[in-house]
């Protein structure tokens, strides 16, 4: 007799030193279904699918395949049960092809050598089941995101998976190619593999999902199915409270024109004579699509990226911002896109994060003065709601959000005038983006203004005052937040493509 | 309990690298009670005192992503021209026959303005010029080597020892001085002065910040503020002014200077560094940790020729230990839990 669920985790518990990271989670997934994961970051979504595949041990509980009680002992002995993982980061070895990718690790053999024939075909009848218009021959690294994770999928399909991990598959998917894997998921669902999904995006989920179990702080809150939801719910489940509007209100008027920017181009071609202006106490926003020259104004403007003409009046005056240095000289402060890349120094601690920026302000007779560093670090986490357990903790260590709030922080101890913000809430949850919204406003109601960079439709017309829309490295105009459609938005943004 | 369990194990593996110099230490004296003198601890500290300060000096690399190679050939280099200023004028074989004895501040702070200039174009080719570190410094450490060999091998002496340093210099780094009961020789004071002057660079001022930044994550430093290429030039530049220092040191108490006066030293360095938990790949790393490095090395010298190993074994217990030391950090860092 089977039972009605493929994979069943039963009062799962996990400690770290300090942390309860998972408090008698249940997850229990249905044969043939899509079971999205939701949670704010840090909820225990990772952790979870990690004690799942045995890469953490279990303190409690018990994980039941098929009716069999099971314990793995990493991901591929996972792998060898059939549940397989789709990771938000691909392992791939890019230099080799496309197939040896799929079946890296158990090449099907001819005597002593690869039978590249055989694998060629296996492959290429797994590609033409799923749809997938890919050459099995073709170089990984030459492929598109897209692509490789549809490969990854189908490496997965090749280990004949009953379960498939999807961790936030759509972080880097254009539209149309959302579709396509939606279409896969679809295919999948069909041949009876059970797929859990692990998304921020609210409509994904809504639309693709059979049921829903939401998580927060290391605790199950709810398993419905979809029928029974919706954003709000979702929400409302994942926040613990009621989040009334994801954007808060403000009533701050902008003042005067305090900055200017005039034929401002990049010394490379990635974008040509912008020209806007920002207000005093104003929230001006940047829209555009991937590649249509928003960062690379912002990171121009900030001095790290090289300016080739036009020129930016900050209170009259005309500003260089030839290096960082300069520009946090004159005001100006940037937060990047990049978290991980270029924002954190993961191995260091919170304090460290948080002060770099500012070390000439805790100098006494040419020292740095550990008492008041520590105590402006401990002002700045109580302000600016930072969760960690210590201010020595690694940064790496604190979900996504509060890394993030920090280098907010960071920025803010600057004393900036000027705030340069790209993607702010990219990558984090909703309770996290609330509050980074509330800082937001309360900055700007001290006088200090903001330039947002954000591929969010929702969020620029929920923060900002005017949004200014760029296409292919060209200025394609400015709009009043509230007067403006959404639509007049994307067809600005399609104007020089 | 398990808690408390998994902690013990934790501060264990942090301080994985005091409990091999205590257990080494304890060999040694368990096989020969004698090492257990106040005179050998003294001249451990002794011998160590130079490389203190070269290891930290080359930790200072390390920390900023870099690697320095040329350390040795500096160091050769700063001796053989410090050396040849600090004759004594009596002495037969004189580089200078005519040159008045000088104060040993002259040739010393000659050689660090030398050095620093050396040092900065080594910054300078891997900061701005963005030469890989062991690229820039393998090929300063072969220029070096040819340049203190063309001042050295000459006439009318050739390639003999630069001897009869005056006693100035080699009794400063050969004497000591009384503290209570017992003598302390100077070189383990001036070496204390620098460690004590490094731990407040790098603990308590923006430029040690800098350097942890850096190490940490180059291109947030650079976003953050942190002039970058300044701070790695920088470093490269007073890392060689220590070795100019070091290289004094090591002409007073050596005694004399030639173009091998230093050779190898890099290695010893970087080892002592990994072995003290600097990370080669940058960012990580303490004063304290370095200084216990290089004292594991040196009980290991002179602990192991105390109680009669060959000096051959002695190779193959080095090599050992660095290979362990780094063993132990990455289970450190290890991911899984």
New interface residues.
Partial sequence: MLSEYVLEMRNITKT??GVKALDDVTLKVRHGTVHSLMGENGAGKSTLMKCLFG???LDSGEIILEGEKVSFAGPVDALRSHVSMVHQELNQVLDRNIMENVWLGRFPMKGLFVDHQKMYQDTKEIFDDLQIPVDPRAKTGSLQVAQRQMVEIAKAVSYDSKVIVMDEPTSSLTENEVEHLFHIIGRLRERGVSIIYISHKMEEILRISDDVTVMRDGRWVATKPKEELTSEKIIQMMVGRELKERYPKRDTKSGEVILKVENLSSLTPAFKDVNFELRKGEILGISGLVGAGRTEVLETM?G?RAKGSGTITFRGKTVENK???E??KNGFA?L?EERR????????SVS?NC???N??IY?KH???N?ALIDKEVQETIEKIHVKTSSPKEKIGNLSGGNQQKVILG?WLL?NPEILLLDEPTRGIDVGAKYEIYQLMNELVAEGKSIIMVSSEMPELFGVCDRIMVMSNGHFSGIFDAKEVTQYQIMEASAKFI | MEKSKSSIKQLFMEKIIYVVLLVLIIAVICIEPRFLSITNFKNILAQSATRIIIALAAGMVLMVRGCDLSTGRMIGLAAVISASLLQTTTYAYRMYPNLAELPVIVPLLLVMAICAVLGMISGICVAVLKVPPIIATLAMQLCLYGASSIYFDREPYGAQPIGGITSKLTDMCIRSVKIGPIQIPYLIIIAAIIVAVMWVLWNKTKFGKYMYAIGGNPEAAQVSGVNVVKIQVMVYALAAVMYAVAAVLEVGRIGSASNTTGNGYEMDAIAACVVGGVSMSGGIGSVGGIVIGVLIFTVINYGLSFIGVNMYWQYIVKGLIIVFAVIIDMRKYAKRK
């Fill in positions: 770290f030193p890469i953490y041990g900030f790290i290096t960082p240095q520009a946090m940037m990047t890349q270029n924002g954190i120094f993961a191995d260091l460290f002060i770099i920026a070390l000439d100098k040419g020292l740095l550990n960071r600057t």
